[in-house]
C-alpha cells in the first residue's frame, strides 16, 4: 500500500493585486524622493510660501503617474480600475506615512480632496499605459 503525501492547495497569485501595491509603493518612494528634493530648495532659496501647495500637488501627480506606469508595466487591461485603486492606496499610505514623519494627523476636507485627486490621477494615468502599450505592441 502506497502512502500519498499530502500537498498543500496551490496558491494562485494574482498579478493585478501585486501590479497594484507595486505601483502604490513606487508612487510613494518616488514621492518621499521629490518631497526631500524640494524642502533642500526650499532650505536654500528664497522660495515664496505659495508656491508650496501647487508644488506639492505636482509631486503627486508626478509620483501617481510613475507608480501608475511602473506598476501597470505588464499590464493590457483594467487600467481604469487598476490605476484608480492605485492612486487611492497612494494617497491614503502617502497621509499615513507624511502625517507620521510630522508627528500630527489631520483629517479634515483636504484629505478628502486629496484622496479623490489621487483616483482620479490613477485613473486617467492608467486608462492612458494601458493603451499606449496596446498601440506599441
Known amino acids: 500500500m ?3 503525501a499530502k500537498t498543500k492547495p496551490e496558491r494562485k497569485e494574482n498579478p493585478l493585486l501585486k501590479s497594484i501595491l507595486k505601483g502604490s509603493l513606487i508612487a510613494l518612494c518616488v514621492s518621499l524622493i521629490l518631497v526631500l528634493v524640494f524642502a533642500f530648495l526650499l532650505k ?66 483636504t484629505l478628502l480632496t486629496d484622496i479623490v485627486f489621487g483616483a482620479i490621477i490613477g485613473a486617467i494615468c492608467g486608462i492612458i499605459c494601458v493603451n499606449i502599450k496596446k498601440t506599441t505592441n
Open 2 to 4: 502506497k502512502l500519498k
Open 44 to 109: 536654500f532659496t528664497d522660495v515664496p510660501d505659495s508656491i508650496i501647495t501647487p508644488v506639492n500637488q505636482v509631486i503627486k501627480g508626478v509620483s501617481i503617474f510613475l507608480g501608475v506606469f511602473i506598476g501597470l508595466k505588464r499590464s493590457k487591461e483594467l487600467g481604469l480600475v487598476s490605476g484608480l485603486l492605485i492612486g487611492f492606496i497612494y494617497t491614503i499610505v502617502a497621509f499615513l506615512v507624511f502625517s507620521a514623519l510630522s508627528a500630527s494627523f489631520s483629517i479634515d476636507v
